[in-house]
Structure formats: structure tokens, C-alpha cells
């Protein structure tokens, strides 16, 4: 079966930086996406990872240890508009659909 | 990156009545395209794979008789909700891959999403 795990919730102060931490167990593995999504809005892309190790794209960053079956998603210098829900989800073989996690809503406070 | 589109983007209909909710792949063809149902504070739940010229294949516990799929085409792929009862009401979201590349990796590209209210 497929099982994607992540905190349903987490808070941090505006500047700071949080760390989403995701776990997983497919049956097969292609990749690890996370996406941004605000209420309402639809996922928008913010990272891959296939190959271990980490992956730096500006305030985000993201995280993939394939043996551990881990990832985590790094924000850095947190701004009110972070606040969101970040999907984990994984991609298997061929042109499967995407596994998503349930979710992790961030609030940035001030 | 390559752009979905979805119409409407949200709509109120009455109980027993059916809504069709289109999914269209606006810069590149798209064989295969995913149909997702969000409920609030809720992930994405995958309800079926729309295959272009072939039966769509739907997930476990999802109707295939009420939720009616159709991929007509390379870039279109239909939802209908068949008379649509208020436990229907969800955030309805498409997806599909470029194949041909114009996504940096094998990702897929969500529509903006339909909001469906059935009173």
C-alpha cells in the first residue's frame, strides 16, 4: 500500500525557519515533489527531489534520504504569505498518478 | 511550465441536478489526466485516471456511474456529477504531465481548481 506522513500542523514566527519533515512507504519510487497550496487555490510546485541529498531553491529547500523513506522541506526567513498547506507527495513508475500526504497547514505569525 | 485550465471555476447547482466540469491542457497534449476531490482542511484524494480514447479508471470507493469521465481529446477531459447531492460538494481539481518537456521534471500541473456547492 501507499502511506505519506506529515505533521497536520505546525506555527512559526515571521523570520524564522521551519521544517516540514515527511516519511513515506510506496510500492515503487520515482521522485518526491512537495507543492504549495493556499485555501482554495490549487497546488502550485515548489520542489523534486529523486536523488539523496539536498536541494537548494532560494528561501526553499528540500531534503530526500531514499533509504530512510524521508524528506523534509526547509523555509527560511518566513513571511506572512508562507502561510499555507505543503503536500509531500510521490511519484512511482511510469505516468502514475501522484500519492499525496494529507498536508501540513503552516501559520506564520508575527 | 505547462498550463491547465479548468471551467467553471466554481458553481452552484440544486440538488438531483448534474454538472459537467471540463479540464483542458491549454499548451500541450495530455493522454492521461487525474481527477482529485478536496474537502476542506483535507488533502487531495484521488478519484479516477481519465485515459484519452479509453474507460476511465476509477480509484476505490468512488462511483463511476455518478461521477461520469470523458477524455475526448488530447487536451479535454470531462467530469460530470450526476444528479449531485450536497455530500458532493468539494473542491474538484485536474491534473496532468507534459510529456513532451516542458515541465523541468515528471510533475504535474493542477488546474485551478472547481468549487461545486450542491444546495
Known amino acids: 500500500g501507499q502511506n505519506i506522513d506529515q505533521p497536520t500542523e505546525m506555527t512559526a514566527t515571521e523570520g524564522a525557519i521551519v521544517q516540514i519533515n515527511c516519511t513515506y512507504q510506496t510500492s515503487g519510487f520515482n521522485g518526491l515533489f512537495w507543492y504549495q497550496q493556499h485555501a482554495g487555490e490549487a497546488p502550485t510546485f515548489l520542489s523534486y527531489?529523486?536523488?539523496?541529498g539536498l536541494e537548494e531553491k532560494g528561501r526553499f529547500s528540500s531534503f530526500l534520504s531514499r533509504s530512510k523513506g524521508y524528506s523534509y522541506l526547509l523555509l527560511k526567513e518566513l513571511q506572512m504569505k508562507d502561510s499555507a498547506s505543503y503536500l509531500c507527495?510521490?511519484?512511482?513508475?511510469?505516468?502514475?498518478?501522484?500519492?499525496f500526504g494529507k498536508g501540513t497547514r503552516l501559520s506564520v505569525i508575527a | 511550465g505547462a498550463v491547465v485550465s479548468q471551467h467553471p471555476s466554481w458553481v452552484i447547482c440544486k440538488s438531483g441536478t448534474s454538472v459537467k466540469i471540463e479540464c483542458r491542457s491549454l499548451d500541450f497534449q495530455a493522454t492521461t489526466m487525474f481527477w482529485y476531490r478536496q474537502f476542506p482542511k483535507q488533502s487531495l484524494m484521488l478519484m479516477a485516471t481519465s485515459n484519452e480514447g479509453s474507460k476511465a479508471t476509477y480509484e476505490q470507493g468512488v462511483e463511476k456511474d455518478k461521477f461520469l469521465i470523458n477524455h475526448a481529446s488530447l487536451t479535454l477531459s470531462t467530469l460530470t456529477v450526476t444528479s449531485a447531492h450536497p455530500e458532493d460538494s468539494s473542491f474538484y481539481i485536474c491534473?496532468?504531465?507534459?510529456?513532451?518537456?516542458?515541465?523541468?521534471?515528471?510533475?504535474?500541473?493542477f488546474g485551478p481548481g472547481t468549487r461545486l456547492t450542491v444546495l
Open positions: 491534473s496532468a504531465r507534459d510529456w513532451g518537456g516542458s515541465g523541468s521534471y515528471n510533475e504535474q500541473f
Open positions: 527531489n529523486v536523488l539523496d
Open positions: 507527495a510521490v511519484s512511482r513508475a511510469g505516468n502514475t498518478p501522484l500519492v
